[in-house]
C-alpha cells in the first residue's frame, strides 16, 4: 500500500517523489500480524479440523475420486461383430446368413429365433382380418359402413373392395379388401428357429480411442496361436476373448431364453472402458455387462419383432414370402472415461483444498468466540501486544 | 510459525530445547490481529459487497446452475421402432414390408414416399445416357473420342462398347455400354407413395440408463388397458406414448410435407433427458424436439434418396427391379445430462463463495484507500491501537 | 465480531444494550493488520513468485486452456452419405446399388470389393467340408463317430444324414449333411471388384448441433454453381466439398489399397467439430482425420466379411446365390467439443488464481523464514509495532 504523505506539496517533484514512493512500496513485503494463542484445548481443536479437511482432501478427492486427473468420456468406438451357427426348425436348417440380419456385423444386430411366415402372397384381392385389438378383442357385426368401397383402414391391409367375402377359417364373414393376399393374419405358418439359438456364438471385435490423451486399445488378444479358435469369453480367464455364446449373454442378462426367443427382446451388450491412463496400458480393460434394454412388462407392444419379405417372379408375376421375424436384438453399446494428470484440475483442487483448510482457521475463531471461555483467553490475548 | 530463539546454544540440549519449541508452538493457535474501522458509510459497503456475491452463489450457482451436483452426459440409450400403416400409388398398395427401409426397427430409418423404378434392368448393351450435369446441361456434339471400346466413365453406367447406337426418346444418339440395360435415367417411372405417408404412425420405444448414478427410465407407460392401442402423442396430456404421426413430426419440424415427400429429407426426433436426481424419478421425464438435419438449401444433392434392387431369375437370367427411393429419414437422437448431489463439486463451490466473500474485504479495502478520506478515517484508526 | 462486554448486567436494558452493540459491531469494518517489511530482496522474491503464478494463470489455464468457457462435448449430429462409381470383375459391371451394403447412406456402409459367390444353393444333402481351423489345417481320418446320422456341428453346415460320401475335389470322402448345398468352401467362387475401386467418390453430408449453446453448423458448401458436381476434398482448398475418393481415404488411413480389398477392413472417418464459440461461426470448421479401425495384427479373424444370399425360385424351389462379401466399412465418426464464455468456470478460475496468488504470500513467509536472517530483518520488523 502505497505510503501517504500527509501533507502533499504542489508541483513536479511532489509528484515524482509520490512515485519514488510507490515504487519503492511496491517492493515492499507485506504480511499479516498475528496473535498467538497459547492455548493447548484451541490448538488440539484447530489442528484436528486441518486434518480432517486434510484427510479429505488427500483420501476422497485425490485418491477415491482422483480429481488431479484431466477426463475425457465417449471414446471413439468401432464394433465388427460375426455371429456363427446353425440351427434346426421342424423342416429346414437355418445358416447364419438367413437368422442374421442386417448381415454387415456392425453394432446393432438380430438374431431370429420365431418366424411367421407368410408364404406365395400376391397383389390381389382377399378376405381383410377381423378387427383385432390385443387385450381387447372386438367381435364386430358387420355393419353396411363396413363395406364402403374404396376405404383405406390405416392399420389394415389394403383398400376396400366394397364387397363381403367369408374369412379363411371359421363361417364369419369380413369386408374384402386389394392388396397383398392373403393377409398375414389369416395363413401364416409358425416356426421355432431357437432350439440350437443358445450355442450360437459371438464374436464382439471392439477397438475404442480416446483422442484427447491419443490413446487406442482394442479388446482382442493378439497371439499368434489358434488361441481365438477355441476360446470362449470368461471375464477373469479369458478376458481378451470376446467369443460370446448367445445363451451366456441372456443368461447374464437376467433373462429366460425359450420365453425371449418367442417374444423376441433387445439385450444390451455394455462395454465399459474406464481407464487410468497415468498407470500402464494393461491396467485398462474392459468391462462387460449385459442388461435387458426393451421394456419387458409392458402389456401392449412388449417383445422385438419385425418384417421382411423376399420376392420373387413367378411367370411374370410378383409373389414375395412375408417373413415376421421374433428375434433377439443384440446393441453392443461402447462407453467409458479415461484419466490422466493434468496440471489445472490439479491446481484447482490444491487451492481448494488450502482455501478449505484456512477454513479451519474460521472456524476454530467460530468456535473460541461462542464456545470457549473467551474473555479469559482470548481478548485477553488479542489485545496485550 | 516457530517461534524463533534468538541465540541458539550449541549442542544436545538447545536441539531438544529447540525441539520442545517447535512441538509447543505446533499446537499454539494463530489468528490474524484486525483492526476493527467504526466507519459505517464503509460498513454498507463492505456488506454489500459481501451480500451481491453471497447472493450470486446461492441464486445463480447453486440454484439455477445447480453446481453442488456431479453431472453426467450421454445416457446408454436403446431405441426400438416401429411404423404402422398402408398407403396407395396409382397402381398398387405399399405396406410397412415395402416402404421402411431397413426393416428392423432400429433408430435410423427411412420411410419411402417416391420411387423412381426401372423395371427388367438385365446384364447386356444398352444406349448410355447422356452426359448429365445438374445445374448445366452439357449439349455435346458426340465425337470420335466418346466412342472408345472399354473406356468407363466412373459417373456412367457402364463400359463402352465403341459403338453409337439411339438414345432412348427423341432422335439423338449417345455411346453404347455394358452393364445394367436398359439405363435408370431412360426407362424409369416414377411412382408417389406419399398420398397416405402423414397418417403413418411411428413408435419409438426408448430407454436410457445413466450408469454412473445407477439410474434408468423408459418412455413409455406401464398400464394394464389397451391405452396404448389408441393414444397419440401429447406433449402435455400423452407424454408418456410415444407414438407420432409422420405428419406430426415432418409438421413439428417446420416442413412441408408434400414438398419434403416427393425430394427427401431427414428430420431428427430428438428425445431429452434432463434429470435432476436429487428429486423423484418422476420429475425425470423425456422431452422431444423434432428438427430437419440434412442441408435444405444446398442447391446441388439436396434431399434425400438411395437406391436398393430386387433380383430375379427369368428362364436362367437374372434380371433386376431398381428403385430409387425418396423418403423421409427418422433419426431418433437420444442425449440428456443428469445431475445428483455431490460431496466435490458442493466443496468446490463453497470454497470459492468463501473466497470470493473474501475478495469482498480486498475490494473493501481498496475503495478505502482510493475513495475514502482515508488520512481521517482509516489511518486513524489503522494505528490506533 | 461482537464487542463483548466485560459485565453483563442482568435484564431487559442489557439484552437491549448488547442487541444495539451487535447491531453496531456488525456494519464495522475489519481488515487485518499487516506487518510492511522493508526488504527489497524479499520484495523481489515475492513479487516474481506472484508474476509467476499470474502468468500460469493467464497465459495457460485462460489463453490455452480456455478455462472461462462453458464446454459441451458429443455434439447431436446426423450422417448421410452417397456412393458414386462403377466397377468391373472379370465377367460383369458393377453399380452402386450391388457393391454398398447398406443402401441406405447412413453413418456405416461397406463397399464390396471381392465376393465369394456359391450359386444355384438348394436345401438338399451334399458332402460337408472337412473340419478346417484356419491357421492349422487339422487332417482328420474320418472315424465312425463322424457320421452320426442327426448330428449337428454348430461350425458346419448341417444336419449329418450319417453317411459318407466322396468330396467336391480330390478322392478324400466327408460326412454327408442336409442342408444348403452345395456348401460354400466347396463350390465358391472369388471375384474381385476392387480395379476401380480407388476412383468411387463418397459424399459425406454432416450436420451438427449444439444444444447447450444452440449451435447448429454443416459441412457442406452453400454455392449455387455446379461447384459440388467437380470438387474433390482438399484440407486447405475444399475444406467445403466434403467428396472423397476411396483411394484417398485408404490412403490417408495409411494402408495399401489392394490388400485391403483383398481381406477386407474398416476405416474410421473421424470429423473433429472443435469450436470456440466465442468466435464468429467462420472459425468453426470441421476437421477430418482418417484410421483403420479394425486390429490388423490378429491372425485369427483379421479383414472385414459378411455374408449375404439372393433367394430365387426356379421351377417351384427355392434357390439361393451366397455371396461371401469382402470389403471396405466405412465408419462416420463424429465428434467435437464446443466452448462459450460463461460466468461459473471464470469465477472460479479467477477465484483460484486470486487463491494463488495469496499462496505466493504463504511462500514469501516461508522462505523468509527459513533462508533469510530472519532475526534481523523478520521478527525485528514484526513485533516493532
Given amino acids: 500500500m502505497a505510503a501517504a504523505e500527509p501533507k502533499p506539496p504542489a508541483g513536479v517533484a511532489a509528484a515524482r517523489r509520490l512515485a519514488r514512493g510507490c515504487w519503492s512500496a511496491f517492493w515492499d513485503y507485506e504480511t499479516p500480524k498475528v496473535i498467538v494463542v497459547k492455548n493447548r484445548r484451541l490448538g488440539v481443536v484447530y489442528r484436528s479440523v486441518q486434518l480432517l479437511i486434510l484427510l479429505y482432501f488427500v483420501w476422497y478427492v485425490f485418491i477415491v475420486q482422483k480429481s488431479y486427473q484431466d477426463s475425457e468420456t465417449g471414446p471413439e468406438s468401432s464394433v465388427i461383430t460375426k455371429v456363427k451357427g446353425i440351427t434346426l426348425s421342424e423342416h429346414k436348417v437355418w445358416d447364419v446368413e438367413e437368422y442374421v440380419k442386417p448381415p454387415e456385423g456392425g453394432s446393432v444386430f438380430s438374431i431370429i429365433t420365431r418366424i411367421e411366415v407368410t408364404p406365395?402372397?400376391?397383389?390381389?384381392?382377399?378376405?381383410?382380418?377381423?378387427?383385432?385389438?390385443?387385450?381387447?378383442?372386438?367381435?364386430l357385426q358387420l355393419g353396411d359402413e363396413d363395406f364402403v368401397a374404396g376405404q383405406l383402414d390405416m392399420l389394415g391391409n389394403g383398400l376396400r373392395t366394397g364387397r363381403c367375402v367369408p374369412y379363411y377359417h371359421g363361417s364369419s364373414k369380413t369386408c374384402e379388401v386389394t392388396g397383398w393376399c392373403p393377409v398375414e393374419d389369416g395363413a401364416s405358418v409358425s416356426q421355432f428357429l431357437g432350439k440350437m439359438a443358445p450355442n450360437f456364438t459371438i464374436l464382439v471385435k471392439n477397438s475404442?480411442?480416446?483422442?484427447?490423451?491419443?490413446?487406442?486399445k482394442g479388446n482382442i488378444e493378439h497371439r499368434k496361436d489358434g488361441y481365438l479358435k477355441h476360446c470362449t469369453f470368461h471375464e477373469v480367464s479369458d478376458l481378451y476373448c470376446p467369443i460370446f455364446k448367445l445363451g451366456y449373454i441372456v443368461e447374464q442378462a437376467g433373462e429366460n431364453f425359450t420365453e425371449l426367443a418367442h417374444t423376441g427382446g433387445v439385450i444390451g451388450v455394455i462395454i465399459n472402458w474406464d481407464c487410468d491412463l497415468d498407470l500402464s496400458a494393461s491396467k485398462c480393460n474392459p468391462k462387460y455387462s449385459f442388461r435387458r434394454l426393451d421394456p419387458k412388462h409392458v402389456p401392449a407392444s412388449s417383445g422385438y419383432n419385425f418384417r421382411f419379405a423376399k420376392y420373387y417372379k413367378i411367370n411374370g408375376?410378383?409373389?414375395?414370402?412375408?417373413?415376421?421375424?421374433?428375434?433377439?436384438?443384440?446393441?453392443?453399446?461402447?462407453?467409458?472415461?479415461?484419466?490422466?494428470?493434468?496440471?489445472?484440475?490439479?491446481?484447482?483442487?490444491?487451492?481448494?483444498?488450502?482455501?478449505?483448510?484456512?477454513?479451519?482457521?474460521?472456524?476454530?475463531?467460530?468456535?473460541?468466540?461462542?464456545?470457549?471461555?473467551?474473555?479469559?483467553?482470548?481478548?485477553?490475548?488479542?489485545?496485550?501486544?
Same sequence: chains 1, 2, 3.
Fill in 120 to 139: 406365395f402372397q400376391s397383389l390381389g384381392t382377399c378376405a381383410e382380418v377381423r378387427p383385432k385389438y390385443e387385450g381387447q378383442q372386438r367381435h
Fill in 208 to 216: 475404442i480411442h480416446y483422442p484427447k490423451f491419443q490413446f487406442s
Fill in 317 to 385: 408375376s410378383t409373389t414375395r414370402t412375408l417373413i415376421k421375424a421374433y428375434g433377439i436384438r443384440i446393441d453392443i453399446i461402447v462407453h467409458g472415461q479415461a484419466g490422466k494428470f493434468s496440471l489445472i484440475p490439479t491446481i484447482i483442487n490444491l487451492a481448494t483444498a488450502l482455501t478449505s483448510i484456512g477454513v479451519g482457521s474460521f472456524l476454530c475463531d467460530w468456535i473460541l468466540l461462542t464456545f470457549m471461555n473467551k474473555n479469559k483467553v482470548y481478548s485477553h490475548k488479542k489485545f496485550d501486544k
